[in-house]
């Protein structure tokens, strides 16, 4: 399926948004996912699936000051 992850088209074969961030992202503490504009809890992750053409922004927190 084609994805679109922080505006750049991407082809996976992830069923579900955990199976996404987890192989992308590896450690997935600090990241925020939303899913066409949408942001998805973390604790729904594991059964959202994805669907062709979903536009995917991941943000992730930094430290500064």
Known sequence: M??????EA??????TLKELASAEFG?????AIAV???IIP???WPEFS???NDKILVVTAACGG
Not at 2 to 7: A, C, D, P, Q
Not at 27 to 31: A, P
Request: aromatic fraction near 4%; proline fraction near 0%; hydrophobic fraction near 25%.
């Open 36 to 38: 066409n504009d949408k």
């Open 10 to 15: 991407r082809k996976t074969n992830f069923a």
């Open 42 to 44: 973390n604790s729904k």
């Open 27 to 31: 450690n997935v503490k600090g990241i």
């Open 50 to 52: 994805l669907t062709e």
């Open 2 to 7: 084609e994805l679109s992850i922080n505006g």
